[in-house]
């Protein structure tokens, strides 16, 4: 006993060293949350949990703050549902800026550290062997590639390590039929709690569980009592989070966010050595799975030795069903479009109600890690249950083998661990440019505004993450946010720009400088707010509201962020300049654009060689440009929209043999209805 409270001791120094190497220790500071806003998944995660803490408490536990006046559960804002219930309790005596995400990734560490070491000491006695083996665990690149950004799924895979217990230890802890109802209890519990995709993973070693049992028992009641276990608790976790409301469960994406073949030697750039294989789409990264060198070593050196016999195998049966859930998990990431680098070897015709149903988790790519861990087991207790010629040497050979597979393993994935450490160590701070607006400032502070309107999504998806974070700051509702499922309300019901013709005195609307010529067509107050413009009924007392010259005109880059995309070219974020090569094209922002004449100037080089056109309703319809003057450096034109367009494009194709530089584009709107054209330039 007092043996294993050394190692488990030195397994907690060892999960924390590596968390400390990977990430420092800024992060642990509870009260640090700029790191939090920068943009991304982190962002969308740090404010569900400050609008879910600063909400009422409700059961189920959802709240409104972002998504008024629907419910949301904070499972789908992937805010680490336990934490945020925990915190939520004790919020009262927290301080007010309160972050969990570095405390969730250290004990993560620890926890994925002891789970490794459980289940190595069943086939090792030597401490450096499992203190060697849990290192393998510990810089997973699993779990250094989902930390942070999909923390939870990161965070959580030390679940996968304690629902793989249950057939590790079957005859020694969980054959009792008790035992084992308590274990895959809890581990549905915190699947759902932490991440409900690990509900998914789990159920294959809980199918491979009830295979082993019925093997060893001949007693089916027991595998239906322990399945009927597992889904009782996630349906009675899953309705206390609310997750049973809302939108539709199902999404699109089965068969594209899959995994490839190539997904255990696919380093995804994280490798010192191995090359960045090709996939069949991007979002194959989502099956990421790249085992690093070192275990590649490792899985090949046990190999040939379990083929020259050298190794003990106890348990066959249980080999086997390890075996086959490793498999069977791997074949259902592959999902039905099987794929290798970046080609399509087949695909599996499914009904569309199947492909409904695997859309509750479409993502099946990320299954790949119950193989994934299933083969890290494989190599290490398979190295440990190899017979040597004697003891000695059997021992050391095997410390050797597995400490120098190790050393390899860190190498190779160092690159990836110092960039992890430097991002995270690097201080950074966050100004939310919504809070230097004088006009939201003054709207902040008004206690009969309570609720913030984002009539339009900047090219259909902008998270808007600036307007959320203002609104849970200064105690608002507001509309949209992104979240992993529906609440109920599709994109069109959003993106609504007629809500500004019952505009109420209680709501601010705001559109993204882009679309601000929406505002033309309605009698609001409307002030500058920084990237967007923000429209009221009443008019704010101490700032300045715009004029319909300022709301019918707009100039700026080629910014991607606004929604201006390239083909064959790129853009110089520094200096503001798009580049596009022969044969390119560059379009977007797919802003809105009220009736009438506008004018339309764009500034750059080599601009007598391009192409120009404007079309709506994703290129179905083109509307016609009349063109005043084209040279190199600047073209004009006037454009008139009979009607207001939603999604304006704006394309110009590069037809010379010389790549073109673009500015600046202005638009400034000169013909409303009756009125005669103003002089535009």
Same mark, same amino acid.
């Given at each position: ?45 740090? !404010?569900?949990?400050? @609008? ?37 309790? $004790?919020?009262?005596?927290?301080? &007010? ?23 190595? !000491? ?35 895979? /030390? !679940? ?82 609310? *997750?049973?409301? *809302? ?5 699109? *994406? ?28 991007? @979002? ?74 695997? *859309? ?6 990320? $299954? ?23 003891? $000695? /040497? ?76 203002? @609104? ?23 993106? @609504?720009?007629? &809500? ?20 033309? &067509? ?147 709107? $000169? ?11």
């Amino acid at each position: 006993m007092k043996s294993k409270k050394i190692l488990f001791s030195m397994v907690i120094c060892l999960s924390v060293i590596s968390f400390l190497m990977t990430y420092g220790i800024h992060i642990l500071d509870p009260t640090y949350d700029d790191w939090l806003l920068v943009g991304g998944d982190l962002s969308q995660h740090y !404010i569900g949990w400050e @609008a879910f803490r600063n909400s009422p408490w409700k059961f189920p536990f959802v709240f409104n703050t972002l998504t008024y006046p629907e419910n949301i559960s904070i499972m789908f804002t992937d805010s680490i549902p336990l934490f945020a219930l925990l915190f939520k309790a $004790v919020s009262p005596f927290l301080p &007010d800026t309160f972050q969990y995400w570095g405390i969730f990734g250290l004990i993560s560490y620890i926890l994925m550290g002891i789970m490794a070491a459980l289940i190595l !000491i069943k086939y090792s006695k030597s401490k450096l062997f499992v203190l060697l083996g849990c290192g393998f665990f510990l810089f997973s690149p699993t779990v250094l590639f989902r930390m942070y950004g999909h923390e939870a799924l990161g965070g959580g895979q /030390w !679940i996968i390590l304690l629902a793989l217990l249950s057939i590790v230890y079957y005859h020694e802890k969980f054959y009792k039929i008790r035992s084992g109802m308590i274990l895959w209890a809890a581990v549905s519990f915190l699947s759902c709690y932490i991440h409900l995709y690990f509900a998914l993973f789990c159920l294959f070693f809980l199918v491979g569980y009830c295979i082993y049992d019925y093997l060893i028992t001949k007693k089916i009641v027991r595998s239906v009592a322990f399945v009927l276990d597992y889904f009782l608790v996630l349906l009675v976790s899953v309705f206390s989070l609310g *997750g049973l409301g *809302g939108g539709d469960k199902s999404a699109d *994406g089965y068969g594209y966010y899959s995994s490839n073949l190539n997904t255990f030697i696919d380093s995804g750039g994280n490798s010192k050595f191995l090359i960045n294989l090709p996939n069949y789409v991007e @979002a194959q990264n989502e099956g990421y799975a790249y085992l690093g060198l070192g275990m590649i070593l490792l899985l090949l050196i046990v190999s040939i030795l379990t083929i020259n016999g050298n190794i003990i195998i106890y348990n066959r049966k249980k080999l086997a069903v390890l075996i086959s859930v490793a498999v069977v998990s791997f074949i259902y990431a592959l999902s039905n479009n099987v794929t290798l680098n970046d080609k399509l070897l087949f695909k599996i015709p499914l009904p569309g109600k199947i492909v409904d149903l695997l *859309g509750i988790f479409r993502c099946s790519g990320r $299954v790949s890690w119950v193989c994934f861990y299933l083969l890290f087991l494989f190599a290490i207790c398979a190295l440990s249950m190899y017979k040597g010629k004697s003891a $000695v /040497w059997n021992r050391n050979v095997k410390i050797g083998i597995l400490g120098m597979c190790f050393c390899i393993q860190i190498l190779d994935l160092s690159g990836a661990i110092k960039g992890k450490y430097i991002y995270y160590t690097e201080e950074y701070k966050y100004e939310n440019e919504l809070s230097q607006s004088e006009s939201m400032m003054e709207i902040a502070e008004d206690t009969e505004i309570g609720h913030l309107n984002i009539v339009k999504s900047l090219n259909g998806e902008s998270p808007y993450y600036d307007i959320a974070q203002f @609104a849970v700051t200064y105690g608002k509702t507001v509309n949209r946010f992104v979240t992993v499922h529906g609440v109920g309300r599709t994109e069109e019901d959003l993106n @609504a720009i007629e &809500d500004i013709e019952n505009a109420n005195e209680q709501t601010a609307y705001l559109l993204p400088k882009l679309d601000q010529t929406a505002f033309l &067509d309605y009698s609001l107050n409307t002030y500058d707010a920084g990237k967007y413009t923000v429209g009221i009924k009443r008019a704010l007392k101490n700032s300045s509201a715009m004029s319909r010259e300022e709301l019918g005109m707009f100039e700026t880059w080629f910014d991607p962020s606004l929604g201006f995309a390239v083909t064959e070219g790129k853009d110089d974020l520094e200096k503001q300049i798009r580049t596009v090569y022969p044969d390119g094209v560059s379009y977007g922002p797919y802003n809105y654009m009220t009736a009438g004449t506008y004018y339309i100037s764009i500034e750059g080089k080599g601009l007598d060689q391009c192409l120009f056109s404007c079309h709506s309703e994703s290129g179905v319809v083109e509307w016609a440009l009349e063109q005043l003057n084209v040279s190199d450096q600047k073209a004009e034109f006037y454009v008139t929209f009979d009607e207001p367009v939603a999604d304006a494009e704006f394309v110009i194709s590069n037809i010379g043999e010389e790549n073109i530089e673009l500015n600046q584009i202005v638009y400034k709107i $000169v013909q409303y209805a009756d009125a005669d054209i103003e002089e535009a330039k």
